[in-house]
């Protein structure tokens, strides 16, 4: 559905061709026709019809998925409705695919979430049965949509709080989210979705030093994407009290994101094309310094007017093209000063993990996610470094306002009800 609504909606009516992955149709620059004009009010139509979708078929479809997935395996397992899945697809297909900047992950994370509640709810699972049966979904759907099956498995494990993680689990995303990626790929094509890259010299010790400076730059980035992120978010849900009000801040929100999108790379649609693009040296070269310095700045502020104002789409994978934004900038910084390696790729791929890891409060999920991105475990090392500096810097700030500190602080009654069934063993003879 995505790949249609940009085809059509964004391609066709708004002549604007956004950036392509190596697994999205091959890798190509981002390209804009005559109609410059047209952009801004396609985004803005495309918002405002998703908005309406949302609004009078499933309120609770709105926003960017993830944490309605992460406070429903927390609070209501058993109670997510089948049709949020439908309308969810609907309206982030329309969305990110008229230009709106938005992720893949957060309807991915939601859509597979809501299988696994109806499955559970079906089959008559516990409360904590179907709290896992959620979490798997949650995982699969992740790492299919971005071919890390890896980081999606661990990301069910370490996503749903903000101190601690549920290694249980593994061994249950795991296989499943190995089963998601293999089906989707079926259709969609396997390997890295950003194209294998190689690329492992970080630069000597200079370059060493610019790496912590990224993880640095990208806690602050981080931080800023949060703040700003909600901020927009409640300004709007506190303005939009009325039907006409949550339709129309929406469209004007893409119709300023269509504009910043006319000037800025990568902020229309999910941008994870600029990803790829800017761990080419040459194209990285071909912006201009300033273009470059923007691409985070610019990518964030559209994130948050698209969806803060009540578009649909996620905010995990807007993440990664603010760090891959971020990692930019400081290359081209240090290559004009001359203590930059000949290959961007590093600073990319740890840019992408330091500036989202911390802030969804799921550092090494996020790790091996950016390294699967681009088919390259060697660079987990520098990705590492990156993401502790960002760590410390982050502090306990989470963009997933739904994650409870620790396991201990669930005291949901459904969570407190499954452990009690759980003890006893009466509850649970003859079910498989």
């Given at each position: 559905?995505?790949?249609?609504?940009?085809?059509?909606?964004?391609?066709?009516?708004g002549?604007?061709?956004?950036?392509?992955?190596?697994?999205?149709g091959?890798?190509?620059?981002?390209?804009?026709?005559?109609?410059?004009?047209?952009?801004?009010?396609?985004?803005?139509?495309?918002?405002?019809?998703?908005?309406?979708?949302?609004?009078?078929?499933?309120p609770?479809a709105?926003?960017?998925?993830t944490?309605?997935?992460?406070?429903?395996?927390?609070r209501?397992?058993?109670?997510?409705?089948?049709?949020?899945?439908v309308?969810?697809m609907?309206?982030?297909?329309?969305?990110?695919?008229?230009?709106?900047?938005?992720?893949?992950?957060?309807?991915?994370?939601?859509?597979?979430?809501?299988?696994g509640?109806?499955?559970?709810?079906?089959?008559?699972?516990?409360?904590?049965?179907?709290?896992?049966a959620?979490?798997?979904?949650?995982?699969?759907g992740?790492?299919?949509?971005?071919?890390?099956?890896?980081?999606?498995?661990?990301?069910?494990?370490?996503?749903?709080?903000?101190?601690?993680?549920?290694?249980?689990?593994?061994?249950?995303?795991?296989?499943?989210a190995?089963?998601?990626?293999?089906?989707?790929?079926?259709?969609?094509?396997?390997g890295?979705?950003?194209g294998?890259h190689?690329a492992?010299?970080?630069?000597g010790?200079?370059?060493v030093?610019?790496?912590?400076?990224?993880?640095?730059?990208?806690?602050?980035?981080?931080?800023?994407?949060?703040?700003?992120?909600?901020?927009?978010?409640?300004?709007?849900?506190?303005a939009?009290?009325?039907?006409?009000r949550?339709?129309?801040?929406?469209?004007?929100?893409?119709?300023v994101?269509?504009?910043?999108?006319?000037?800025?790379?990568?902020?229309?649609?999910?941008?994870?094309?600029?990803?790829?693009?800017?761990?080419?040296?040459?194209v990285?070269?071909?912006?201009?310094?300033?273009?470059?310095?923007?691409l985070a700045?610019?990518?964030?502020?559209?994130?948050?007017?698209?969806?803060?104002?009540?578009?649909s789409?996620?905010?995990?994978?807007?993440?990664?093209?603010?760090?891959?934004?971020?990692?930019?900038?400081?290359w081209?910084?240090a290559?004009?000063?001359g203590?930059?390696?000949?290959?961007?790729?590093?600073?990319?791929?740890?840019?992408?993990?330091?500036?989202?890891?911390?802030?969804?409060?799921?550092?090494?999920?996020?790790?091996?996610?950016?390294?699967?991105?681009?088919?390259?475990?060697?660079?987990?090392?520098p990705?590492?470094?990156?993401v502790?500096?960002?760590?410390?810097v982050?502090g306990?700030?989470?963009?997933?306002?739904?994650?409870?500190?620790?396991?201990?602080?669930?005291?949901?009654?459904?969570?407190?009800?499954a452990?009690?069934?759980?003890?006893?063993?009466?509850?649970?003879?003859?079910?498989?």
């Amino acid at each position: 559905m995505l790949k249609l609504t940009t085809h059509f909606v964004l391609g066709e009516l708004g002549d604007h061709r956004p950036y392509g992955t190596a697994l999205d149709g091959g890798f190509h620059l981002e390209d804009s026709g005559e109609r410059l004009w047209a952009v801004p009010l396609v985004v803005a139509g495309g918002a405002f019809v998703s908005a309406a979708l949302v609004r009078w078929f499933a309120p609770d479809a709105a926003g960017h998925g993830t944490d309605a997935a992460i406070d429903a395996a927390h609070r209501q397992p058993l109670g997510i409705r089948g049709r949020v899945a439908v309308v969810k697809m609907a309206a982030s297909a329309v969305t990110i695919g008229s230009g709106g900047s938005g992720g893949t992950e957060g309807p991915a994370a939601q859509i597979s979430a809501s299988f696994g509640s109806v499955v559970a709810r079906r089959a008559g699972l516990t409360p904590q049965e179907a709290r896992t049966a959620v979490t798997v979904g949650l995982a699969a759907g992740v790492g299919a949509i971005f071919r890390a099956p890896l980081g999606g498995a661990i990301l069910g494990a370490e996503l749903l709080y903000r101190r601690d993680a549920d290694p249980s689990v593994v061994a249950k995303t795991l296989p499943a989210a190995l089963v998601g990626y293999g089906v989707f790929g079926l259709f969609f094509g396997y390997g890295p979705i950003l194209g294998a890259h190689h690329a492992d010299a970080v630069g000597g010790p200079v370059g060493v030093v610019l790496i912590a400076a990224i993880g640095l730059a990208c806690g602050v980035t981080g931080r800023l994407y949060a703040a700003v992120f909600y901020a927009v978010h409640e300004r709007v849900e506190a303005a939009a009290r009325t039907t006409a009000r949550k339709l129309l801040f929406p469209a004007l929100a893409g119709l300023v994101v269509g504009v910043v999108g006319l000037f800025v790379p990568g902020v229309l649609g999910t941008g994870y094309g600029l990803m790829q693009a800017v761990m080419d040296r040459d194209v990285l070269l071909g912006l201009s310094l300033w273009t470059v310095l923007l691409l985070a700045p610019a990518k964030l502020a559209g994130t948050a007017l698209s969806i803060g104002s009540g578009g649909s789409g996620g905010i995990f994978g807007p993440g990664l093209v603010i760090g891959a934004g971020v990692g930019a900038a400081v290359w081209r910084i240090a290559e004009d000063t001359g203590h930059a390696p000949d290959d961007p790729t590093v600073f990319i791929v740890v840019g992408m993990a330091a500036c989202l890891g911390p802030i969804v409060r799921a550092p090494i999920a996020v790790l091996v996610m950016a390294a699967e991105t681009v088919g390259n475990a060697s660079l987990l090392a520098p990705g590492a470094l990156g993401v502790v500096c960002a760590v410390w810097v982050v502090g306990g700030v989470t963009i997933y306002r739904s994650q409870p500190d620790k396991r201990t602080d669930v005291k949901s009654p459904l969570v407190a009800a499954a452990t009690t069934s759980e003890a006893d063993p009466a509850d649970t003879a003859g079910r498989p």
